[in-house]
Protein backbone atom coordinates (compact mmCIF):
# COMPACT_ATOMS: atom_id res chain seq x y z
CA UNK A 1 0.00 0.00 0.00
CA UNK A 2 1.28 3.40 -1.05
CA UNK A 3 1.13 6.45 0.88
CA UNK A 4 -1.65 7.74 -1.52
CA UNK A 5 -3.62 4.88 -1.16
CA UNK A 6 -3.56 4.92 2.42
CA UNK A 7 -4.63 8.86 2.70
CA UNK A 8 -7.49 7.63 0.10
CA UNK A 9 -8.48 4.60 2.36
CA UNK A 10 -8.04 6.20 5.75
CA UNK A 11 -10.16 9.47 5.07
CA UNK A 12 -13.78 9.62 6.69
CA UNK A 13 -16.25 11.89 5.14
CA UNK A 14 -16.87 14.79 7.09
CA UNK A 15 -20.25 14.09 9.63
CA UNK A 16 -19.68 10.07 9.26
CA UNK A 17 -21.21 8.10 11.74
CA UNK A 18 -18.82 5.34 13.14
CA UNK A 19 -15.72 6.48 11.24
CA UNK A 20 -13.71 3.88 13.24
CA UNK A 21 -16.50 1.19 11.84
CA UNK A 22 -16.35 2.33 8.77
CA UNK A 23 -12.40 1.77 8.37
CA UNK A 24 -12.48 -1.78 9.78
CA UNK A 25 -15.26 -2.64 7.31
CA UNK A 26 -12.85 -0.69 4.44
CA UNK A 27 -9.48 -2.96 6.27
CA UNK A 28 -11.59 -5.97 5.38
CA UNK A 29 -10.85 -6.09 1.60
CA UNK A 30 -7.15 -5.88 2.21
CA UNK A 31 -4.87 -8.59 2.44
CA UNK A 32 -2.35 -8.99 5.60
CA UNK A 33 0.49 -7.46 3.53
CA UNK A 34 -1.41 -4.37 2.86
CA UNK A 35 -2.52 -3.78 5.84
CA UNK A 36 0.89 -4.14 7.82
CA UNK A 37 1.47 -1.30 5.73
CA UNK A 38 -1.30 0.54 6.48
CA UNK A 39 -0.38 0.08 9.88
CA UNK A 40 3.37 0.86 9.17
CA UNK A 41 1.80 4.42 7.37
CA UNK A 42 -0.68 4.87 10.33
CA UNK A 43 1.74 4.92 12.78
CA UNK A 44 4.45 7.15 11.13
CA UNK A 45 1.49 9.85 10.78
CA UNK A 46 0.35 9.55 14.17
CA UNK A 47 3.96 9.17 15.57
CA UNK A 48 4.88 12.66 13.53
CA UNK A 49 1.89 14.26 15.74
CA UNK A 50 3.38 13.31 19.16
CA UNK A 51 5.23 16.66 19.71
CA UNK A 52 5.09 18.56 22.35
CA UNK A 53 3.58 21.49 20.65
CA UNK A 54 0.66 19.79 19.31
CA UNK A 55 -0.19 18.06 22.99
CA UNK A 56 -0.29 22.09 24.38
CA UNK A 57 -2.68 22.82 21.63
CA UNK A 58 -5.14 20.42 22.36
CA UNK A 59 -4.43 21.29 25.99
CA UNK A 60 -5.23 24.89 25.42
CA UNK A 61 -8.06 24.01 23.67
CA UNK A 62 -10.02 21.46 25.68
CA UNK A 63 -9.00 23.32 28.65
CA UNK A 64 -6.82 19.81 29.25
CA UNK A 65 -6.17 17.08 27.71
CA UNK A 66 -5.25 13.17 29.30
CA UNK A 67 -3.51 10.87 26.75
CA UNK A 68 -7.03 9.72 25.80
CA UNK A 69 -8.11 12.96 23.83
CA UNK A 70 -4.56 13.52 22.20
CA UNK A 71 -4.51 10.46 20.86
CA UNK A 72 -8.24 10.60 19.71
CA UNK A 73 -7.59 14.09 17.95
CA UNK A 74 -4.70 12.59 16.36
CA UNK A 75 -6.21 10.60 14.73
CA UNK A 76 -9.46 12.90 14.37
CA UNK A 77 -6.54 14.88 12.65
CA UNK A 78 -5.47 11.75 10.19
CA UNK A 79 -8.66 10.98 9.66
CA UNK A 80 -9.56 14.23 8.18
CA UNK A 81 -7.21 14.15 5.46
CA UNK A 82 -3.38 14.25 4.27
CA UNK A 83 -4.16 18.05 3.46
CA UNK A 84 -5.50 19.03 7.02
CA UNK A 85 -3.16 16.35 8.18
CA UNK A 86 0.22 18.44 6.87
CA UNK A 87 -1.32 21.53 7.02
CA UNK A 88 -1.33 21.05 11.20
CA UNK A 89 1.85 18.74 11.40
CA UNK A 90 3.51 21.80 9.89
CA UNK A 91 1.51 24.45 12.64
CA UNK A 92 -0.59 23.21 15.29
CA UNK A 93 -1.54 26.49 15.97
CA UNK A 94 -3.64 26.28 12.98
CA UNK A 95 -5.81 24.55 15.09
CA UNK A 96 -7.25 27.30 16.55
CA UNK A 97 -8.62 28.03 12.54
CA UNK A 98 -10.34 24.70 12.30
CA UNK A 99 -13.55 23.52 13.62
CA UNK A 100 -12.59 21.15 15.87
CA UNK A 101 -15.53 18.22 16.71
CA UNK A 102 -16.08 17.90 20.68
CA UNK A 103 -14.65 15.71 23.20
CA UNK A 104 -17.50 13.76 23.10
CA UNK A 105 -16.99 13.27 19.01
CA UNK A 106 -13.45 13.01 19.35
CA UNK A 107 -13.90 9.65 20.64
CA UNK A 108 -15.71 8.07 17.31
CA UNK A 109 -12.08 8.05 16.42
CA UNK A 110 -10.57 6.20 19.06
CA UNK A 111 -11.07 2.93 17.00
CA UNK A 112 -8.54 4.70 14.06
CA UNK A 113 -5.92 3.46 15.96
CA UNK A 114 -6.84 -0.31 16.51
CA UNK A 115 -8.69 -0.98 13.34
CA UNK A 116 -5.84 -2.29 11.32
CA UNK A 117 -4.45 -4.24 14.81
CA UNK A 118 -7.93 -6.06 14.07
CA UNK A 119 -7.29 -7.21 10.83
CA UNK A 120 -3.78 -8.46 11.36
CA UNK A 121 -4.34 -12.02 12.36
CA UNK A 122 -1.84 -14.69 12.22
CA UNK A 123 -2.32 -18.26 10.68
CA UNK A 124 -3.39 -19.67 13.96
CA UNK A 125 -6.25 -16.90 14.74
CA UNK A 126 -4.00 -15.26 17.08
CA UNK A 127 -4.02 -11.14 17.26
CA UNK A 128 -0.40 -9.71 15.91
CA UNK A 129 0.50 -7.60 18.70
CA UNK A 130 1.75 -4.05 17.22
CA UNK A 131 2.69 -1.64 20.07
CA UNK A 132 2.23 2.05 20.28
CA UNK A 133 2.36 3.80 23.15
CA UNK A 134 0.98 7.68 22.71
CA UNK A 135 2.19 8.63 26.09
CA UNK A 136 3.59 12.31 27.20
CA UNK A 137 6.60 10.27 27.80
CA UNK A 138 7.58 9.33 24.25
CA UNK A 139 6.30 12.84 22.88
CA UNK A 140 9.37 14.61 20.81
CA UNK A 141 10.02 18.27 20.57
CA UNK A 142 11.74 20.32 22.94
CA UNK A 143 9.82 19.96 26.47
CA UNK A 144 7.77 22.65 28.30
CA UNK A 145 5.04 23.77 30.52
CA UNK A 146 2.29 22.93 28.13
CA UNK A 147 -0.23 24.46 31.01
CA UNK A 148 1.61 27.43 31.18
CA UNK A 149 -0.67 29.99 29.62
CA UNK A 150 1.94 32.62 29.12
CA UNK A 151 4.03 30.05 27.16
CA UNK A 152 1.00 29.35 25.01
CA UNK A 153 1.07 32.97 24.64
CA UNK A 154 4.68 32.61 22.78
CA UNK A 155 3.94 29.69 21.17
CA UNK A 156 0.70 29.22 20.05
CA UNK A 157 -0.41 32.84 19.79
CA UNK A 158 -3.65 32.35 17.68
CA UNK A 159 -4.62 29.11 19.85
CA UNK A 160 -3.50 31.44 22.86
CA UNK A 161 -6.36 34.54 21.27
CA UNK A 162 -9.32 32.33 20.40
CA UNK A 163 -9.10 30.84 23.79
CA UNK A 164 -8.19 33.49 25.89
CA UNK A 165 -9.34 36.45 23.78
CA UNK A 166 -5.85 38.82 24.24
Same mark, same amino acid.
Do not use: C
Given at each position: MTKDEF?????????????????????K???QAEIKYFY??????? #? $?? !? @????????YHLFSGCGDDL????CH??????KGLYEQIKG????? #? $?? !? @??SEDTLWDYEGYGYA?????????????QVDFNGTQENTSG???DIEDEAECRVRLPEIHKKIYGR
Open positions: WELIKSPVGEKNPSGQLEEKLDYGRHFDKAR #A $DL !D @ITLMRAAFFNNGWIIASGDPDKL #A $DI !D @IPSHLELIDEVGDLIEKW
